[in-house]
């Protein structure tokens, strides 16, 4: 099924996003969202109805917009036919690699923009555009995976093989992530220019997309392959690369171009948000390294490799604080080595010291204090803008 509906998407794009809408088994419960588009008669098409409107769920409509948007990267106002195969590339690069996730980030645009705006402000225009920058979001990181998973050799993401592994493709992804990274500026030069907003998202993704390269660098640096040295693994330096890495992009810049979106422009209101946000963050970090060694592939969509690749893990980092002298060697032995006798050896001592409980102990802790930050940040934004992130993330298993 995935198969043909993917040979679908690349041969007839707007045909698949139909198709796609109907099969897929995923439902959501949401507010309701009217989606119309023109058909080839001229008249308004809704859902593929001449006289009814389709009410969707915000997830629903934000998964038919894509389709829109990638027709709008690779069909559109194409000056040089030449570019026409490129282009095709660049609308399966799109496909394969864009909306395969859970899209939290990026339905936290439109779902924190309707706490923020009355429902007298939320006009069909407005939701478009939500939903377009929520796809910008997906896109970014989209691009972020795409060029991490060729640096840590990785070999499945969300389900299926990295894009850099397919057969044809190897180190071209860079260049493809460079393409998936210029279409986000392209939608919002295309669809925002004449928003007030739009400067302000621009600084916004520019300012992300650097804090986000400057984690990933740090994450490097810190656990170079073939180069293993505990001592450079401290709390301090973990929440370090999580906060650039991980928290910034995740969920700062969600709620921010919602905020900016809003009208919503004081630094005060965007450093409260921010607050939030960031420790929302280290929470899911935390979560993501747990499942890498202990999340089940068949649920997460990808192999946990954190053990082989050397990674500044909070489990490796956690185990440092509690282990004994022994246990240290035992893991010196074995971290960052690729063979399975290694990598059991070291799960094995994470059972030891009782990880998962000291990780259940933290993700309550932790969800506790979100719930005091968001008391004592939140005074003028509406709590449920961070509520409802924080329970998407809470208890998940992928």
Same mark, same amino acid.
């Given at each position: 099924m995935r198969r043909l509906l993917l040979n679908c998407a690349v041969i007839a794009p707007k045909t698949?996003?139909?198709?796609?809408?109907?099969?897929?088994?995923?439902?959501?419960?949401?507010?309701?969202?009217?989606?119309?588009?023109?058909?080839?008669?001229?008249?308004?098409?809704?859902?593929?109805?001449?006289?009814?409107?389709?009410?969707?769920?915000?997830?629903?409509?934000?998964?038919?917009?894509? @389709?829109? #948007?990638?027709?709008? +990267?690779?069909?559109?106002? !194409?000056?040089?036919?030449? *570019?026409?195969? /490129? &282009?095709?590339?660049?609308?399966?690069?799109?496909?394969?690699?864009?909306?395969?996730?859970?899209?939290?980030?990026?339905?936290?645009?439109? @779902?924190? #923009?309707?706490?923020? +705006?009355?429902?007298?402000? !939320?006009?069909?225009?407005? *939701?478009?555009? /939500? &939903?377009?920058?929520?796809?910008?979001?997906?896109?970014?990181?989209?691009?972020?995976?795409?060029?991490?998973?060729?640096?840590?050799?990785?070999?499945?993401?969300?389900g299926q093989p990295c894009w850099y592994k397919r057969d044809g493709i190897g180190l071209d992804a860079i260049n493809d992530s460079f393409l998936v990274e210029s279409s986000i500026y392209r939608l919002l030069r295309k669809q925002c220019r004449d928003q007030p907003y739009y400067v302000h998202l621009l600084e916004l993704f520019n300012e992300t997309t650097f804090q986000t390269e400057l984690g990933q660098a740090l994450d490097l640096m810190t656990a170079p392959p073939d180069q293993i040295d505990l001592n450079r693994f401290t709390m301090e330096r973990y929440k370090t690369i999580v906060k650039?890495?991980?928290?910034?992009?995740?969920?700062?810049?969600?709620?921010?171009?919602?905020?900016?979106?809003?009208?919503?422009?004081?630094?005060?209101?965007?450093?409260?948000?921010?607050?939030?946000?960031?420790e929302m963050g280290e929470f899911f970090q935390i979560q993501d390294d747990f499942l890498d060694c202990y999340g089940d592939p068949a649920v997460t969509g990808k192999i946990g490799t954190d053990i082989q690749d050397n990674k500044c893990s909070w489990l490796v980092v956690k185990a440092l604080e509690v282990m004994t002298p022994e246990q240290k060697s035992v893991l010196e032995a074995c971290y960052g080595r690729k063979d399975e006798s290694s990598v059991a050896k070291v799960k094995e001592l994470y059972n030891a010291l009782q990880m998962p409980t000291l990780y259940h102990t933290y993700e309550e802790e932790s969800y506790q204090r979100l719930q005091k930050l968001i008391a004592q940040h939140a005074q003028s934004l509406p709590h449920s803008v961070f509520l409802n992130f924080a329970k998407k993330i809470y208890k998940r298993n992928k």
């Open positions: 698949f996003w139909a198709v796609w809408l109907v099969a897929s088994p995923f439902r959501f419960k949401s507010r309701a969202f009217m989606l119309c588009t023109p058909s080839l008669q001229g008249d308004t098409v809704c859902n593929g109805t001449h006289s009814k409107k389709l009410l969707l769920s915000d997830p629903e409509a934000f998964d038919a917009k894509f @389709g829109e #948007l990638v027709t709008e +990267l690779t069909d559109r106002n !194409l000056q040089d036919p030449g *570019l026409a195969y /490129a &282009l095709n590339r660049l609308r399966e690069i799109l496909i394969y690699n864009v909306p395969g996730g859970k899209k939290n980030r990026g339905l936290s645009v439109i @779902g924190s #923009l309707r706490e923020l +705006l009355p429902p007298s402000q !939320l006009t069909q225009d407005t *939701l478009q555009q /939500a &939903l377009m920058v929520g796809w910008c979001i997906e896109m970014l990181q989209a691009f972020f995976l795409m060029a991490d998973d060729i640096m840590d050799a990785s070999v499945t993401r969300r650039y890495k991980t928290a910034f992009y995740s969920f700062y810049l969600p709620v921010a171009s919602a905020m900016y979106m809003a009208g919503i422009n004081s630094d005060e209101e965007h450093n409260n948000a921010k607050h939030i946000l960031l």
